[in-house]
């Protein structure tokens, strides 16, 4: 019986580079979103933890490719925030590049969560994400985060553009949510599962 409350996880590893991330064939989930966009907290929530992922104020803090094992044989993976960050554009590069080989090459990535700042309109980075899931048909959950502080009229602004891109991208689920309280995250969850169930046929 899955838990609809939180999918156990414990660190495993950090990688830099794609050649550096662990080597075997194990399913892997990664979590991916602009920086301050509460990417981090997602994956603690859905952890039902409070320090699983390291959660800053500072936009940029995860600068690894953070592995976590979980008890169903398949693992998530906090990739490093795009976008505004306090670092070097050399270091940005340097993360861009491992991110960017990560969805291209790695062959045990079976689905992809995108976090959204739903008080805000997609960035364009964000809308650049979400057009690359669609060309390359991967399987894409997108939490809409924050709905706990976003305005009726922001989330509904957020909700539109982000369905204009998908258009009729059928492996793509929207879920409205907040690691703060919790919403949603029972949606989330099971759409893990179901990944993981899938990869394991």
């Not at 409350?5 to 989930?29: G, H, N, V, Y």
């Not at 920086?35 to 995860?62: D, E, F, H, W, Y």
């Not at 960035?123 to 994400?129: G, I, S």
């Not at 979400?130 to 809409?144: A, F, S, V």
Request: charged content about 20%; hydrophobic content about 40%.
């Amino acid at each position: 019986m899955n838990d609809t409350t939180r999918i156990s996880a414990e660190f495993l590893t950090s990688a830099s580079s794609l050649a550096e991330c662990p080597q075997d064939s194990i399913p892997e989930i990664a979590f991916i979103g602009r920086s301050n966009s509460g990417k981090s907290s997602c994956l603690n929530r859905v952890t039902g933890t409070k320090s699983l992922a390291r959660v800053s104020k500072t936009p940029g803090r995860t600068q690894l490719i953070n592995f976590f094992s979980t008890s169903y044989h398949a693992r998530l993976v906090d990739l490093p925030g795009y976008g505004y960050a306090k670092v070097s554009k050399q270091k940005q590069a340097e993360w861009g590049h491992a991110v960017d080989q990560y969805l291209k090459n790695r062959s045990n990535l079976v689905g992809l969560v995108l976090i959204i700042d739903s008080r805000h309109l997609p960035q364009p980075l964000d809308l650049e994400m979400l057009t690359w899931c669609r060309g390359q048909q991967l399987p894409l959950l997108i939490l809409l985060n924050k709905v706990d502080k976003a305005k009726q009229l922001e989330r509904s602004a957020c909700l539109r553009a982000i369905q204009d891109i998908l258009d009729d991208y059928q492996l793509a689920e929207i879920v409205l949510f907040s690691a703060k309280s919790g919403k949603g995250t029972g949606a989330v969850l099971q759409k893990i599962y179901d990944w993981f169930d899938l990869a394991a046929t």
